[in-house]
């Protein structure tokens, strides 16, 4: 444990809280706490060989050697010769500067080639597009995962539904701030609702959230709902209390339901 390394520093004045923090912080470097913690052994000791820092470890010497080779290939170690002596040395601890540059190096990069990256993926994708693409999602999670993918929306949300269905199965808070998000984006959302609490309440902040509510008559009851966005159908069911929604991917079903089949119920649905 990390614990066992406090009195190796402690000639530096070094709390385990502190070295506790150089260990994650070293983590984040890509290095395993074993490996990290070789390092340290190896940046207080000077030059060793496998065998020493292992000995100084109480650490087996096949697993201090693995990680050694590790760590040279990480920029942390690096082996030196003393003789006839092959000897392991730690870099200094501003070399983290020189891979912390690297990384925001070969991240800029990786930003420059996306682009392009993505388009010839996108030529070897060979999925035929007259097949609907269909994803299954369940229970709450899967319900919440579904809202999250609608804030990928280039134009509005459309929104069939007998809310207070699904609106007792999510947490208002959440609730509150998904419509938050997707107002932040710019989105704007139409929804067809039966009369209904939820749908008065949220009505009140119709600007804030970009949203336009329409009323279904009271006489029709359902338990089912649609979500519409880009290309993409998600049906919610709550069948036997039991909560599934079901996203087809389809850019003529998307079309004819968001151009007519909406619009046709919408224009009929009274404003709140």
């Keep these: 444990m ?4 406090v009195e190796i520093y402690s000639t530096f004045m070094i709390s385990d809280l502190e070295l506790n923090r150089i260990i994650r912080q070293l983590q984040n470097f890509a290095c395993t706490e074993k490996e990290a913690q070789i390092y340290l052994k190896v940046l207080k000791i000077g030059p060793a060989t ?10 087996n010497r096949v697993t201090v050697y693995s990680a050694t080779e590790q760590l040279k290939q990480k920029g942390l170690l690096y082996e030196t010769k003393k003789g006839k002596k092959r000897l392991i040395a730690a870099e200094k601890p501003d070399v ?8 925001e190096n070969d991240l800029n990069l990786m930003k420059i080639n996306l682009d392009h990256l ?3 993926l996108n030529k070897v994708d060979q999925i035929d597009r007259y097949i609907p693409v269909i994803k299954l999602y369940e229970d709450v999670n899967g319900f919440k995962k579904m809202l999250e993918e609608t804030l990928e929306a280039k134009n509005e949300v459309l929104v069939f539904s007998y809310v207070d269905v699904f609106a007792k199965l ?5 609730l509150e701030n998904y419509f938050q998000r997707r107002a932040k984006k710019g989105i704007s959302t139409r929804l067809i609702f039966p009369p209904c609490d939820f749908a008065y309440r949220v009505n009140q902040q119709a600007k804030k959230y970009k949203i336009q509510i329409r009323l279904l008559p009271e ?16 049906i919610l069911a709550f069948t036997e209390g039991k909560l599934s929604c079901t ?11 968001r151009h007519i089949i909406f619009e046709l119920i919408w224009s009929i649905a009274k404003e709140i």
């Design 2 to 5: 990390i614990y066992n390394f």
């Design 50 to 59: 496998v065998q020493e820092i292992a000995k100084a470890l109480k650490n």
């Design 96 to 103: 983290l500067y020189k891979i912390m540059q690297k990384k």
């Design 118 to 120: 993505v388009g010839l």
């Design 170 to 174: 999510i947490n208002p808070d959440y």
């Design 219 to 234: 006489m029709y009851k359902w338990k089912s709902g649609i979500f519409a966005w880009n290309n993409y159908l998600a």
């Design 247 to 257: 996203i087809i991917g389809n850019q003529d079903i998307a079309h004819f339901y």
